[in-house]
């Protein structure tokens, strides 16, 4: 990551506005406490929030009990997120979809986990061979991205906000070494969004699990391999102790979204003060997401290295170029099957060709 984009800087300025009208120094003769504080309306406004992951989980998981912490402060105690924990409410897997039902106020978890819906859906989280988090902020934020992403959520009923971004992805967990792209043929793998169209052909049987399950799949042979996350988290689930073999780059997640989602009708009543609230502490969870992920990363690998004989290894050009070209069969099929495909895909297509003069001649090689 080369630097912070201008919607984050904006963001964490809005959210310091926030906390300093919410919780900064004042004169004793106006200071307020939590007691006294109080909605528009007159009334604490709570919300159930179910998260895709459990907040155990390093950095994602994590994150949702931090963010409802700081949306409580910020709104001066008058807008309060209750965390559920996967399966408390509804399957992490289900999420999103309760959101959109109604049958949960909001949810904390990852647009692509919204694909069975559309597909589509899956560039809003991340997209094979695609942009670093500068570039990737720069067309969710400037380039069309949340237009996008607001109109075809809103057909569903859920309002969408960016309120993380973690950095590049490991690309899996082996048992074996692979060498060739026969290799991969037959694995059954659990595997996330676009990238798993890629695998499937090149022969690799690829289905999605919650995080919570991945271990267990892996463990009794249910799955040969996986992908999940950065090495921080695989590190959490233990996947080390089954399969040795680490492999990286992530092309299929150069750099990952999450998102808090609300229910239409819900974020249609709150008052735009806790409207605000909501973006600007999501402004500022994307700030310290990045930010912690990038920290941490290269201490995971030495641990798992070092204590727990993990393999290393950097795919090999041929294979990345296998991945590559499967890739872009991918994208011309599936823009030829669903319209929201090609709408969202020439939009980012367009930003990144566009997007490539600044950074072919901005940044260091």
Known sequence: MKRLSTPLLVACCALAAVFTGACGERSPSNQATPAQAKSPTGQVVEMNMASMFPTSLTLIGEA???FAEKVKRASGGTLVLKVYEPGALVPGLQTIPAVSKGSVDSAWSSPGFFSGTDSAFNFFTTVPFGPEAPEFMAWMYYGGGRELQSEMFGKHDVHAIPCGLTPPEASGWFRKEIKTVDDLKG????FFGLGAKVMDKLGVSTQLLAPGDIFQALQL????ATEFANPSLDEKLGFYQVAKYYYFPGWHQPASFLDFF???KKWDSLSDQHKAVLEAVCGDMVTQIVAEGEATQWAAMMRMRDQH??????WPPEILKAYQKAWNEVVAEESAANPNFKKVYDS????RANYALWHDYGFMK
């Open 187 to 190: 694995l059954k793998m659990r």
């Open 348 to 351: 980012y297509a367009a930003f």
């Open 64 to 66: 949702a009990p931090k």
């Open 262 to 264: 609300i229910n239409r």
């Open 309 to 314: 004989g993990v393999i290393i290894k950097r």
């Open 221 to 224: 042979g249910t799955i040969d």
